[in-house]
Nanobody
Framework: QVPLVESGGGSVQSGGSLRLSCADS????????MAWYRQAPGKRRELVAS??????NYADSVKGRFTISTGNARNTVHLQMDFLKPEDSAIYYC??????????????WGQGTQVTVSS
């Protein structure tokens, strides 16, 4: 069973918007950080945005366009993506993690959801 389930991916034209959601499918241990990563073909997986105890962090490439937020249900997170660009096209992955200070103790991943932005 995949520990996290993503939804909301799809195809959109440049300048459009998408909202990704991620939910705990059950069985996760305590976490304190949720994040979105993405991986484009031939590229390394990169951090897009994260949220820890209400504090958010964004990649420079998405600042001012993407917004990460937690949902009302336990271990849910959303990513509102506005003013999308073709270079935002990638598979987006949700991560739930527990950090002790700066040290990652354990994490969980979703199966990924495809985002395609056409010019």
């Amino acid at each position: 069973q995949v520990p996290l389930v993503e939804s909301g991916g799809g195809s959109v034209q440049s300048g459009g918007s998408l909202r990704l959601s991620c939910a705990d499918s059950g069985g996760l241990f305590t976490i304190n950080t949720m994040a979105w990563y993405r991986q484009a073909p031939g590229k390394r997986r990169e951090l897009v945005a994260s949220i820890t105890n209400g504090r958010t962090n964004y990649a420079d490439s998405v600042k001012g366009r993407f917004t990460i937020s937690t949902g009302n249900a336990r271990n849910t997170v959303h990513l509102q993506m506005d003013f999308l660009k073709p270079e935002d096209s990638a598979i987006y992955y949700c991560q739930a993690a527990y950090y002790s200070g700066e040290s990652l103790q354990y994490d969980y991943w979703g199966q990924g959801t495809q985002v395609t932005v056409s010019s």
